[in-house]
């Protein structure tokens, strides 16, 4: 089933929970939710889940992931060239692995 634009799916809403969590922590400033589209060619635009302000104004760019589908992956490490926001994204944990996330980080200092 394809992601409906402007609503979250299950993983989205968990990451949100988490941002929130981070914005009552001070560690996160602001968020907001696929509001940014990024053209990375012509006929290529890539939409991150979050758009994230940290408290010191850096902006990144998050991704909640349960599995890439084929072209993402290349998309987020294209944005990541293209443009100066660092790039995350989330996979949670399964709960028997101590649940949590499993962050890769795109662009400046990458993890990938």
């Not at 914005?23 to 996160?28: A, D, E, S």
């Not at 890539?46 to 104004?57: A, E, I, Q, R």
């Not at 991704?63 to 949670?92: M, Q, T, Y």
Request: hydrophobic share 40%.
């Amino acid at each position: 089933m394809r992601h409906k634009p402007g609503v979250m799916n299950g993983l989205e809403r968990q990451l949100a929970a988490y941002l929130e969590a981070e914005v009552n922590l001070g560690r996160v400033e602001w968020y907001t939710f696929e509001s940014v589209t990024l053209k990375l060619a012509d006929d290529t635009r890539y939409t991150p889940d979050f758009l994230v302000m940290l408290p010191d104004g850096t902006l990144e760019c998050w991704e909640a992931k349960g599995f890439w589908r084929d072209d993402a992956k290349v998309k987020i490490k294209v944005a990541a060239r293209l443009f100066p926001f660092v790039f995350r994204s989330f996979r949670s944990k399964p709960k028997r692995d101590g649940g949590g996330w499993e962050i890769t980080t795109y662009g400046e200092h990458d993890d990938d």
